[in-house]
């Protein structure tokens, strides 16, 4: 019953986060999985230990893998889009929407993977091929937009799931955020680490929070970000 409710709430958000053709709105993250506003108890801080960038963010000497391995926690491997594409492009376009800036994106690592829900639900196809990216990136005439983000695309809807400094690596605790769409409260805010402004109640998106214990990903896709 709890991954019932968990999966279906989901859902629900992330429907609620897109216009009737299907597109993200910008106004929150298209993929939180939390069912009711975060208690005192649930309240959660971003990693502050990473301030943005004041200076040009750094850039790998080498240009990154574009292809990564099947494997227990990365069970389709993964793969970076063809720049110019719509599986390049698409998800550049979320993040922009969600939390605008100007200027153009400078995209340092980019990795499309598919795989289940969190947690999975096998008796629900349609949980089991959701498409999500791992992007990396700043913006040139803005160093201190610059960021790590995850998208994800569902049959019902696409969305941006979550935040990260830069300078963080891997899928860590409490690096990762997101943030839970608050109707009552809309204005949009800036959390020291995060680039850019956000819309929500921030909660750990690693371990999951603001109501339910729920990891953002599941142990199938996790691994996708290893060495990131």
Excluded: H, N
């Excluded at 993977?113 to 639900?121: L, R």
Aim: hydrophobic letters at 35%; aromatic letters at 10%.
């Amino acid at each position: 019953m709890r991954r019932f409710l968990a999966a279906s709430l989901a859902l629900a958000l992330l429907a609620a986060a897109c216009d009737d053709d299907g597109e993200p709105t910008g106004d929150g993250f298209g993929s939180v999985r939390s069912p009711s506003a975060a208690s005192e108890t649930d309240a959660f801080t971003p990693s502050a230990s990473v301030p943005p960038s004041p200076t040009e963010p750094a850039v790998p000497d080498r240009p990154p893998a574009t292809r990564g391995t099947q494997s227990p926690t990365c069970i389709e491997g993964w793969r970076t889009p063809r720049p110019g594409t719509p599986m390049f492009t698409d998800p550049l376009g979320i993040i922009r929407r969600t939390s605008p800036v100007d200027g153009e994106f400078v995209v340092v690592d980019m990795r499309m993977f598919v795989g289940p829900e969190s947690p999975p639900s096998p008796d629900k196809g349609y949980l089991q091929d959701i498409t999500r990216w791992y992007i990396k990136l700043y913006v040139e005439s803005d160093w201190s937009y610059a960021g790590r983000f995850i998208v994800e695309s569902r049959l019902f809807g696409r969305g941006l799931a979550a935040v990260a400094p830069y300078d963080s690596t891997g899928f860590r605790s409490p690096a990762w955020t997101g943030f839970q769409w608050d109707s009552a409260d809309t204005e949009a805010r800036a959390y020291p680490g995060l680039p850019g402004l956000w819309k929500g109640i921030p909660y750990d998106f690693v371990r999951g929070g603001a109501g339910l214990e729920i990891p953002g990903l599941p142990d199938e896709v996790a691994g996708c970000l290893d060495g990131t």
